[in-house]
């Protein structure tokens, strides 16, 4: 069955990089496209990117700057990397294959 | 963007209750509209895809509707493992983007 899994570093100092795996099972990685979302503490969803069957990305035109996506189709592995990071980007983020989910990773941006 | 507006809120409600979340897209967005369920933990688990679909596991009394612009959620009648936050999300164009959740509290 599809299954996704974020795993990551809880704690991130500011203007540090946050370095985020995503790791499927399932379905292929050259087949589908993985999506990265995030959601701040007490808000909603937010969409951060995506990485297309054909390997090419699509970033939050806010983020965008800070943000890259790639991935290790061997592995079954989408990488999340954002740099510059800020005590706003505090959220749980979540890798998404439509309609499926990970259990998403707390991320804290905090000194 | 699209933007997807969701309604309401927030609703309270009672055990055996009907309830409908409604959801519009700022534009059309072809039927390719999913629901979610939020439970406090943050774990989110796919109730409906392409707007009328219900996902492998999730009890009947759940289902959705809609076309071109206006979407909907329905509970048929709750059950106490019902109240959570429920978001919409089009995935017609990118970006993806999400209703702002509706808190279905117990009354």
């Known amino acids: 069955q599809v299954q996704l899994k974020e795993s990551g570093p809880g704690l991130v100092q500011p203007s540090q990089t946050l370095s985020l795996t995503c790791t499927v099972s399932?379905?292929?990685?050259?087949?589908?496209?993985v999506h990265w979302v995030r959601q701040p503490p007490g808000k909603g969803l937010e969409w951060v990117g995506a990485?297309?069957?054909?390997?090419?990305?699509d970033y939050n035109s806010a983020l965008k700057s800070r943000l890259s996506i790639s991935r290790d189709t061997s592995k079954s592995q989408v990488f999340l990397k954002m740099n510059s990071l800020q005590t706003e980007d505090t959220a749980i983020y979540f890798c998404?294959?439509?309609?499926?989910w990970g259990q998403g990773v707390m991320v804290t941006v905090s000194s | 963007d699209i933007q997807m507006t969701q309604t309401p809120s927030s609703m309270p409600a009672s055990l055996g209750e009907r309830v409908t979340i409604s959801c519009r897209a700022s534009?059309?967005?072809?039927?390719?509209l999913n629901w979610y369920q939020q439970k406090p933990d943050g774990t989110i688990k796919p109730l409906i895809y392409?707007?009328?679909n219900l996902q492998s596991g999730v009890p009947s009394r759940f289902s959705g509707s809609g076309s071109g612009t206006d979407y909907s959620l329905t509970i048929s009648s709750l059950e106490p493992e019902d109240f959570a936050m429920y978001y919409c999300?089009?995935?017609?164009?990118?970006?993806?983007?999400f209703g702002s959740g509706t808190k279905l509290e117990i009354k």
């Open positions: 998404t294959r439509t309609p499926y």
């Open positions: 399932g379905f292929s990685l050259t087949s589908n496209s």
């Open positions: 990485i297309w069957s054909g390997g090419s990305t």
């Open positions: 534009q059309g967005i072809s039927n390719y």
């Open positions: 392409y707007t009328s």
């Open positions: 999300q089009q995935y017609d164009s990118s970006p993806l983007t």
